[in-house]
């Protein structure tokens, strides 16, 4: 395809290789976050930390699937405490759309460089 040619394949640990993009200054449009959810906290945090353009989406897949999870699951917990930690995050907005386990999609309200949102 002629896409192919933009596509990397990495593997290793998310937040090593969120690490390894971000001390190369890499910036990403859209950055859409499906692993595991005990870490969903630590890779929201690196991609707002420069990986997430001031424009640009992130995307959080299963972001509901604490409802899913027996209460003792620590999974469940991880993803109760994410949800809180976007919603209490004053620098974004964002939705949820409730289809299937649900995806949060957030965007800056206002940009790292004192840019206004769209």
Request: charged share 30%.
């Amino acid at each position: 395809s002629f896409v192919g040619r933009k596509i990397k394949v990495v593997v290793g640990t998310a937040v090593e290789e969120m690490k390894k993009l971000a001390d190369v200054a890499e910036t990403f449009d859209i950055i859409f976050i499906d692993a595991e959810k005990e870490g969903y906290i630590a890779y929201y945090d690196l991609a707002m930390g420069g990986l997430l353009k001031d424009d640009g989406i992130m995307m959080v897949d299963n972001s509901l699937c604490a409802l899913l999870y027996d209460k003792n699951d620590i999974r469940s917990q991880r993803l109760h405490e994410f949800n809180q930690h976007v919603k209490n995050d004053k620098r974004v907005e964002q939705v949820v759309l409730t289809m299937r386990e649900g995806v949060t999609i957030v965007r800056r309200v206002t940009g790292r460089h004192g840019l206004t949102g769209c």
